[in-house]
């Protein structure tokens, strides 16, 4: 008996004790999810989605349609049916075709024998942020046999193989040795390797594939956060971007096994191409499709059938020896030894091994300057008797051996086009205009490229200043449209005489700022060419007199972008801010420190004498100027800094508090389509409440990633953003082509109708912001994220960039054009890299994307009026820009006022909002920096890391002003579908909101039961201890 009691008491204390620990725990883990879902409510809307907007109408307002964006489709399934065309047209024009000895197009039936990793594992996209979802793809299998029959035994030899990748060459770091980026980490080096088949394993096709095609694909990977390799390999590879001895050894095998043999590039970076242009290794064409999207197999297929006719064009330089080009020896990883950097993001504490810890401050410097690219070699062949260009045959075969396997701006058709120059004149507006006359003389239907460049007389007085000017520009460009065979068409192009002026960063103006836009007197030519280096024929257009635009002088350009626009979006002739912004340097300390006599730039004056070399050991020191910027930004306190902080010689000192709490019942539609300066904004502003609104507040400019906060007091929604580049990162969207494939196709028209289908695919998802386009440059085919970003040239790249905007802003999303500046490469990036240019060559070069799309993109805003009538108004369509996370100069890019807000805000009077890149930052004192500098958000999740000073005067100051730039941009934007004028806002609670709710009744009825269970438990426990 005393037994059996025993075990029950012994059964019953183990229950008890689970009890116990079940009571104790659950209230902690309920306690816990409760603190987490208030400090990561906006994270959680932006990804489970909040709760439903609820919309107050104003009397009288019922039965006004506010439905200001409305869908042209039924479902986003449907919109993803439309943007797959247009994705697949994108890559129709985007493909280039570099080489075609006569062998292309096949017939339908041709047998084709695939070689290589790439047809069976091909890359669709680059990696990181900007990476698709879409996983309905075409492959290249399922795209030949549409028209052509597959020699299966290729295929099936590769199938029961596997590759194998070269190591790294002896004396070089391992292949897994970089470990500047999280993503770095996490890579273990994968970014380095090149696998590829033994060509052995294709012996035994001897005599089965003669007479067919032989199809090998060449494949190359980007990412985020990791550079290519630019060392040597064990097998003799010079380089990531050259050619493997497998590889070689698979197209030799190709051609000795088939005969004919097309290489298709499926890489968004150039490769080394010299060896398949001519001698042992030609083959008879090349193909570069990019990373091709959901679709773009499909595209090449039809190109390679003939069905469709390639037209695109390269948008960048193929140079035959990377190791060669300016930006060679000034690319990737350099330290300095007297300066050190320390890990102050939250990487390092929540990801083992993420972070960094303490290391040399990485740098880079530009000396290239301008001559980037074709810039570089057009220079070249004009400047160096001893410099070889090289020349083609007309099908893209080597004629006579060069620098430059394929120039900028080329590309084969299977027609032929004969352009004619017509007229070029000045007209009374400031523009110059060219008409050019295209026929097709071929036999096939297709379209072509209109390429316009000019030269800039290079001075004495040039020569003595140190400004620079390359051999020819690109200045403005077209595509035909479809031209049968005999067909023309008239093609008008025009660009701004301004456009031609050279920023002179050393010029002394009047008012005694430095630095002006300089346009000399002489004979400047317009030049049509085929590209970059194939003249076709040129005018002449006579500057008389030269004119320097300092202080109200202007460059055409400027004032354009300064203007208020009339309904119609045409410029009035009038400064919007009520004054002209003059043009002049902002930034001083990277010039310093360029014109440093230690640090050679490339000059025309000494072309030869000033070529880039190699930093010996890749390491130097820092001159006392660069110690100086990186301790105070280092050490940024917004109190006293004295530029920046809330003393009185601050650029952004206040004297008085903001007006707060102002009862003026005004809500953020009723602003909808006002300009930027309209005193309305004032007034809703003097609404903010900044003790009951704080939370509000700092979560909407210190906790931006993915969304933003709604303001309900003001009457501002949540807002939804998302990545990326090459299509929406959401499940059920589609899948584009790498940026510089939809760069290669060099048609506007093209890039606006991508815009419009993204517009469309978020109306039916609930997004609102978009984080791309990316319109950093190509500086080094070596960079990581090729594949997110156009060209190498600047206005191929903002005029494309511009048309996309435009697009998407007519379906009311808001786009952050990105990375705001000198982002053009991964190494270091998010570890301090301090980059170096002079400004000549950043605003030139690198500002000149973000300056094209600031004064050239417009949009149409639809509104109700007063009484509920409908009407439009455009607007410009730049509302959103991405600063970069690189140190420009000493600063970190989001920290830049001189760019953020003195050049981007002044001479580009762009009123939008500006968010930073995504930068997880421990440092509070860095947010009140990026605000004062002109970056209005902050993009992290992690709650609790808000700006050091939240209430001086100056602090709200500058926060009531970014509050007005992400107002502006939100108004205008799909976000306010459904809100009539004068509506007030709510918001119910979120679903999970709901669920963690419910989750807590449960959790308090469970604890309620475990508690009662305990007590029944021990008063029975008590009565059988008494028998």
Not at 307 to 320: E, K, L, Q
Not at 652 to 666: F, I, M, T, W, Y
């Amino acid at each position: 008996m005393n037994r059996r009691i025993d075990r029950r008491l012994h059964r019953s204390g183990s229950v008890g004790r689970v009890r116990s620990v079940l009571a104790v725990a659950l209230p902690l883990v309920m306690g816990a999810g409760n603190v987490a879902g208030k400090l990561f409510a906006n994270v959680l809307d932006s990804y489970l989605g909040p709760g439903k907007l609820r919309i107050d109408r104003a009397s009288g307002t019922h039965g006004w349609d506010a439905r200001y964006y409305q869908p042209s489709t039924d479902s986003l399934q449907e919109a993803k049916a439309v943007s797959d065309q247009v994705s697949q047209e994108m890559v129709n024009e985007g493909i280039v075709l570099l080489k075609n000895k006569d062998l292309l197009p096949l017939q339908d039936g041709t047998c084709i024998t695939p070689f290589g990793r790439a047809f069976l594992d091909p890359a669709y996209a680059g990696t990181g942020a900007a990476a698709t979802t879409d996983r309905d793809r075409v492959t290249p299998a399922q795209a030949l046999s549409r028209h052509f029959s597959i020699d299966e035994s290729a295929c099936s030899a590769m199938q029961s193989a596997k590759t194998s990748y070269p190591k790294a060459a002896a004396g070089t770091r391992p292949l897994d040795a970089d470990k500047n980026s999280l993503q770095a980490v996490m890579d273990k080096g994968r970014s380095a390797q090149i696998p590829e088949y033994d060509p052995a394993i294709y012996r035994h096709l001897e005599g089965q594939v003669t007479g067919t095609v032989g199809l090998v694909m060449i494949r190359r990977d980007g990412s985020e956060g990791i550079d290519k390799r630019t060392e040597p390999y064990k097998d003799g590879t010079r380089h990531y971007l050259a050619l493997t001895k497998a590889e070689l050894g698979t197209i030799d095998a190709a051609k000795r096994l088939c005969g004919a043999v097309v290489v298709a590039l499926n890489t968004a970076n150039p490769i080394e191409l010299g060896p398949l242009m001519g001698g042992t290794h030609e083959v008879d064409a090349i193909l570069w499709i990019g990373t091709a999207g959901s679709r773009g197999f499909d595209s090449f297929s039809d190109i390679l059938a003939g069905t469709v006719n390639p037209s695109g064009r390269t948008t960048d330089t193929y140079p035959t020896d990377f190791t060669a080009d300016p930006t060679f020896a000034n690319f990737g990883e350099f330290h300095y030894n007297n300066a050190s950097v320390t890990d102050r993001t939250l990487i390092g504490d929540l990801v083992p091994h993420g972070g960094f810890g303490t290391i040399d401050r990485p740098f880079v410097e530009y000396r290239e300057g301008i001559y980037l690219g074709y810039r570089y070699y057009e220079t070249a062949a004009l400047e160096d008797s001893g410099f070889r260009y090289g020349q083609l045959d007309g099908k893209g075969a080597v004629e006579s051996p060069g620098a430059v396997a394929y120039p900028f701006g080329y590309g084969l058709s299977y027609t032929t086009f004969r352009q004619t120059l017509g007229r070029v004149f000045l007209r009374d507006d400031g523009f110059i205009e060219a008409r050019v006359s295209v026929t097709n003389i071929g036999s096939r239907p297709g379209k072509d490229v209109v390429e316009l460049y000019y030269s800039a007389p290079y001075t004495v007085h040039d020569r003595a200043e140190h400004i620079e000017k390359s051999a020819t520009v690109l200045v403005a460009f077209a595509k035909t449209r479809i031209l049968e065979p005999g067909a023309s068409q008239e093609v008008v192009l025009a660009f701004l005489r301004d456009d031609m002026a050279s920023y002179d960063y050393h010029h002394v103006n009047e008012d005694g700022t430095i630095g002006a836009y300089v346009l000399e007197a002489g004979d400047y030519t317009v030049q049509l060419k085929a590209n970059a280096h194939d003249l076709i024929d040129l005018a002449t257009v006579t500057v008389d007199r030269t004119q320097v635009f300092q202080g109200q002088h202007l460059p055409e350009g400027d004032r354009l972008a300064q203007s208020s626009l009339d309904d119609e979006g045409r410029p009035t002739g009038k400064p919007e801010s009520g004054i002209w912004r003059p043009v002049s340097n902002h930034f001083e300390s990277l010039n310093a420190y360029m014109d440093d006599p230690s640090v050679v730039q490339l000059t025309r004056s000494d072309w030869r004498g000033s070529q880039p070399r190699p930093i010996p050991a890749r390491t130097k020191a820092a001159p006392q100027s660069a110690l100086d910027e990186f301790k105070r930004y280092e050490r940024f306190d917004p109190h006293r800094d004295p530029t920046m902080g809330n003393g009185k010689t601050s650029q952004v000192h206040c004297d008085q508090e903001p007006v707060s709490g102002a009862k003026n019942r005004l809500s953020l539609i009723d602003l909808r389509a006002k300009p930027y300066t309209d005193p309305g904004w004032q007034q809703l502003l003097d609404q903010i409440d900044w003790k009951k609104d704080r939370s509000d507040i700092q979560q909407l400019l210190f906790m931006a990633a993915y969304q933003t906060k709604d303001l309900l007091s003001l009457g501002k929604p949540m807002t939804v953003d998302k990545d990326g580049a090459m299509g929406w990162s959401i499940k059920g969207a589609s899948s584009w082509a790498g940026a510089n494939v939809m760069g290669a196709t060099w048609n506007t028209d093209l890039l606006r109708r991508m815009g419009s289908c993204l517009g469309e695919e978020a109306l039916h998802s609930g997004l609102n912001g978009w984080y791309a386009p990316g319109v950093n440059i190509h500086r080094s085919p070596f960079a990581g994220r090729v594949y997110e970003f156009y060209s190498e040239d600047g206005l191929l790249s903002g005029k494309l960039a511009a048309a996309c905007i435009q697009g998407a802003g007519d379906k009311g999303v808001f786009s952050y054009l990105k990375h705001m500046v000198l982002n053009d490469q991964e190494s270091f990036r998010s570890e301090g890299l301090a980059t170096w240019a002079n400004e000549q060559a950043i605003r030139e070069i690198y500002l000149k994307p973000f300056q094209i799309v600031c004064r050239e993109a417009v949009t149409a805003v639809p509104y109700l009026d007063a009484k509920g009538g409908r009407h439009r108004k455009i607007m410009r369509a730049a509302t959103g820009i991405m600063s970069a996370q690189n140190l420009i100069g000493g600063v970190i890019g989001f920290g830049h006022r001189g760019m953020l807000t003195d050049i981007l805000r002044g001479e580009w009077n762009f009123h939008g909002a500006v968010i930073t890149d995504l930068f997880l930052s421990k440092s509070h004192a860095e947010r009140d920096l990026a605000l004062r500098a002109g970056s209005d958000m902050y993009m992290i999740q992690t709650p609790g890391f808000n700006a050091e000073d939240y209430d001086s005067p100056t602090a709200r100051g500058v926060m009531r002003q970014a509050i007005h730039r992400i107002l502006y941009m939100t108004v205008n934007s799909n976000a306010m579908n459904g809100v009539p004028p004068r509506s007030r806002l709510s918001v119910s609670p979120s679903p999970w909101k709901i669920g963690l709710l419910a989750a807590d009744v449960v959790a308090v009825l469970a604890e309620g039961v475990l508690l009662f269970g305990g007590f029944l438990q021990k008063c029975r426990l008590d009565g059988r201890s008494k028998r």
